[in-house]
C-alpha cells in the first residue's frame, strides 16, 4: 500500500468513524469500550485489501467485536451498570450536532440500561436492525443465526426496550422439553403439535458434513426427521434462550436451537461449527 493509498484509506475510514462509534456505543453502554472496538476495526482494516462496501463490511466488524466483548461480560454486570450512568460521549462524537442529538434523544442512560439487560444477541439484533436498519440476512451472518431466529431476537428484545414483557422462556422451555421427550419415544403425532405446519430445520455447514440435511421443510418432514431420535440431548441455552445440545466427551458436538411463537415452534437450528459452539453461546440446564 502506498502512502496516497494509506492517507485515502484513512479519511474513509474517519468518514464512518462517528457512525461506527454510535454503533459501539449503543450495543456497549460505555465511551471507551466503543472506542476500543472502532479502534480495532481500524486496526483490521490496516490489514485487510479488496472491500468493495467499506461501510457495510466495517459495521460487521465493530458489530462483532461488540459481540465478543457483550460475551466476555458475564460477571460485570453491576460495573456495566454503573459506567452507564456517568458513559461521555467519546471524543470522536464532539463536533458532530447530529450525532451528538441523536445519542441525547435515543442512547440515554435509562435506554442503555435497558439494552444492558438483554443477552448479546438480542442487543446486536435489536440495535443494528431497529437502529440502524440492517437487514436480517446480514445480522444472522454476525450472530451466527437463521435470518428467523434474528427476527425473533430483535422481536424480544424491542418488546423489553418498549416496557413490554419479554417471551416467556418458562413456556419457551416447556415446550422445548415437550419436543425432546416426544422426540426421544417416537411420538410423532405429539411432534406435528408443537410443530407449526410451515416448521423449518435448517442445519450449518458442518452439520451438513456430519449428515444432517441442510433444510427440512413442513411439520410432517420436521417430525419425521426427529422422531425416535435425539436420545442423547439434554436442555440447553443458546445465547440465553432455551434449546438442546448434544455432548460427546464433555464437549459440545452439535446444539438445537428454537424459535417458538404462539406456544409452536417455527424453527429448528443444527449448529455444529466448532468456532461457534466453543465461542460460550451454549450452557447446559441442570436436570
Known amino acids: 500500500m502506498t502512502a496516497d493509498d494509506g492517507d485515502r484509506l484513512a479519511e474513509a475510514f474517519e468518514a464512518e468513524r462517528p457512525r461506527l462509534w454510535s454503533v459501539a456505543h449503543r450495543m456497549l453502554g460505555s465511551g471507551p469500550d466503543a472506542d476500543d472496538a472502532v479502534q ?13 462496501n467499506l461501510g457495510g463490511w ?65 442487543r446486536l439484533a ?71 405446519p410451515d416448521a423449518v430445520v435448517r442445519a450449518d455447514a458442518a452439520a451438513v458434513q456430519m449428515g444432517s440435511e441442510a433444510l427440512v421443510t413442513g411439520a410432517r418432514s420436521v417430525a419425521e426427521t426427529f422422531a425416535g431420535r435425539a436420545r442423547a440431548a439434554r436442555p440447553a441455552e443458546i445465547d440465553g434462550s432455551p434449546g438442546l445440545a448434544w455432548a460427546h466427551g464433555g464437549e459440545t458436538k452439535v446444539a438445537f436451537g428454537f424459535t417458538v411463537v404462539d406456544g409452536r415452534i417455527t424453527e429448528i437450528e443444527l449448529i455444529a461449527d466448532p468456532d461457534v459452539l466453543g465461542a460460550d453461546r451454549i450452557h447446559a440446564v441442570p436436570l
Open 40 to 52: 480495532e476495526a481500524w486496526l483490521r482494516l490496516q490489514r485487510t485489501d479488496g472491500i468493495d
Open 58 to 122: 466495517l459495521t460487521t466488524v465493530v458489530s462483532r467485536v461488540c459481540l465478543d466483548m457483550l460475551r466476555s461480560r458475564s460477571s460485570r454486570r453491576e460495573d456495566d451498570l454503573a459506567r452507564v450512568e456517568d458513559a461521555p460521549l467519546a471524543d470522536d462524537a464532539a463536533g458532530h450536532p447530529a450525532l451528538e442529538a441523536e445519542l441525547a434523544d435515543a442512547v440515554g442512560s435509562a435506554l442503555l440500561v435497558v439494552l444492558q439487560s438483554l443477552g448479546p444477541a438480542e
Open 126 to 196: 435489536f440495535v443494528l436492525h431497529d437502529t440502524f436498519g440492517v437487514g436480517f440476512d446480514d445480522i444472522a451472518v454476525i450472530i451466527g443465526r437463521s435470518p428467523a431466529a434474528t427476527r425473533q431476537l430483535a422481536s424480544r428484545a424491542r418488546r423489553r426496550v418498549r416496557g413490554q414483557q419479554p417471551a416467556d422462556q418458562g413456556a419457551e422451555r416447556a415446550v422445548v422439553d415437550a419436543f425432546l421427550a416426544a422426540s426421544r419415544s417416537g411420538d410423532f403425532e405429539r411432534l406435528l403439535t408443537l410443530l407449526d
